[in-house]
């Protein structure tokens, strides 16, 4: 899928220089779901998940902890890790799971590292291509629940650290968010990605055929129902109006509706860019609708009832 880039602060935060605290004895698993690093099991791309979720991944910060992280199963004591193996292999011995996280990195997560099901580890992909954190979906779709089961890392290195999480049409998520799942005719589809940014909490959808037809769907004001119109409608020809506004005086501003533009066909979807101005006497700022060329007259009639009694101006 396309780079995702957003905004961040170009000075690197530091991590904090006190070591977590963990507990003495081995981390405990059930011994019924451990799969145990040495039996490599195919990945796949598609859903083949983990499906009882019995714990989370763990990260372990091996820059200020790096003698007192990850544990022996063998002897129970702590093993000394300075730096990745050349090789990128899990020794046998180390008290690690699929999925956890293996940190090096001083400042931005770029020397970070997935534990593949395979006992492999897998370098941070960053798609922001900022040093950020990407959790690919290599390893996202082993798991029915990425979102839960990466939660622990994304409290210990910081959201503002992670750009993305990949995601498999049948993860939990789309329940979660949405409170229903994909029509099965779109999970079967294979030249669909899902990208959820934690951050911003912003799912990107993306036709991977052609990486310029991606939309971006705010959680707090998408249903499911949008997403599904929004790929049933990616193969036609699109096109775009670009709405400004500019209302000034307290009477004409308590007639503005509030959030997107309601009423838009099947497929359009409004986008607010640039920079936005709300006050009691002025609100001011613009929205790109976009949606297929066949409903444009629709759509422009959608929007001028959604500002009726208001001057706009749509390009």
Not at 85 to 102: I, R, Y
Not at 223 to 242: A, G, L, P, R, V
């Amino acid at each position: 899928m396309p780079k995702v880039r957003r905004k961040r602060l170009t000075t690197a935060k530091k991590r904090p220089t006190t070591a977590r605290k963990r507990p003495t004895t081995g981390r405990k698993r059930p011994t019924t779901t451990r799969k145990r690093l040495n039996q490599p099991k195919k990945l796949s791309t598609k859903a083949t998940t983990i499906s009882n979720q019995p714990m989370k991944a763990v990260y372990f910060d091996l820059v200020n902890q790096p003698n007192a992280s990850i544990k022996s199963k063998s002897t129970g004591k702590f093993i000394q890790l300075s730096k990745p193996p050349k090789n990128l292999k899990v020794s046998d011995d180390w008290d690690v799971q699929p999925g956890d996280v293996l940190s090096w990195s001083e400042f931005r997560p770029t020397e970070t590292f997935f534990v593949t099901s395979e006992g492999t580890l897998l370098k941070n992909p960053d798609t922001s291509g900022s040093g950020y954190l990407t959790i690919p979906l290599a390893i996202t779709s082993q798991f029915s629940d990425a979102i839960d089961y990466f939660s622990s890392v994304l409290d210990s290195i910081g959201r503002n650290y992670v750009s993305s999480i990949e995601l498999t049409s049948n993860d939990s998520f789309f329940v979660k968010k949405f409170s229903k799942e994909l029509p099965k005719s779109i999970k079967n589809r294979t030249d669909i990605s899902y990208s959820f940014d934690p951050n911003d909490e912003v799912l990107y959808v993306t036709i991977e055929s052609n990486p310029n037809q991606s939309q971006q769907f705010q959680l707090e004001t998408t249903k499911i129902e949008d997403i599904i119109q929004w790929i049933s409608t990616s193969n036609e020809t699109k096109t775009k109006f670009i709405v400004k506004y500019n209302f000034e005086g307290k009477e004409t501003c308590s007639k503005v509706p509030c959030g997107i533009i309601m009423g838009l066909p099947p497929g359009w979807q409004s986008e607010q860019q640039g920079s936005l101005l709300v006050s009691e006497n002025k609100i001011q700022g613009e929205w790109k609708c976009e949606g297929p060329e066949k409903t444009k007259e629709k759509a422009q009639k959608a929007i001028e009832k959604h500002y009726k009694g208001l001057e706009i101006e749509i390009k």
